[in-house]
């Protein structure tokens, strides 16, 4: 088995079996993937505290037959604050939850590693925004990734949200879970 080390930020978390889970990651130099951390769930896992959203990680992975297995990590930088307010979270989530559906595995991009790193540095340091200019924040994050990958919204649809809205459930694969929490 060989092993790569990379850093990462986690997207989405399923349970594995009784004690892991599978982390969906997207990491500076392989995209999105998709990987197993075994017996994260108990109270003894050294894995449990780094693998947490908010959060750059270096992870290493043994290549497995069927998903690749996280077998370390560290943090690398936390973005706390996003979890001391509650429309950041959200927005934090809805990138997370945005940037999983509208990439493929394998597909690493600089450009958007860097846009997502980015968005959670601003929403991180922007302690105490109102909700509506993170709203507004959120929807130049959505313009720039749909920019990066290719789907380009017209002037006229970037400046109306309903118009950018519709634009973006266009190119979904499924409505977005977060969505529902905002107002």
Known sequence: MSATATHGIILSTADWGQAGQLFTIYSRQLGKIRAVARGVKKITSKL???LQPFLIIEFELAHGRGFEHITGVSTVKSFSRISQQY?????????????????????????????LVDYFLFLDTQAGTSAEELKIYRRKFVIKLLTVLGYQPPETVAKDPKQLSYFLRDHLRQPLKISQYFR
């Not at 945005?98 to 450009?111: I, P, R, S, V, Y």
Request: glycine share 6%; no cysteine; net charge negative.
């Open 87 to 115: 429309e950041a979270i959200l927005s934090a989530l809805f990138a997370m939850e945005l940037l999983d559906q509208l990439t493929d595995l394998g597909q690493a991009d600089e450009q958007l590693w860097e846009l």
């Open 48 to 50: 449990s505290g780094h």
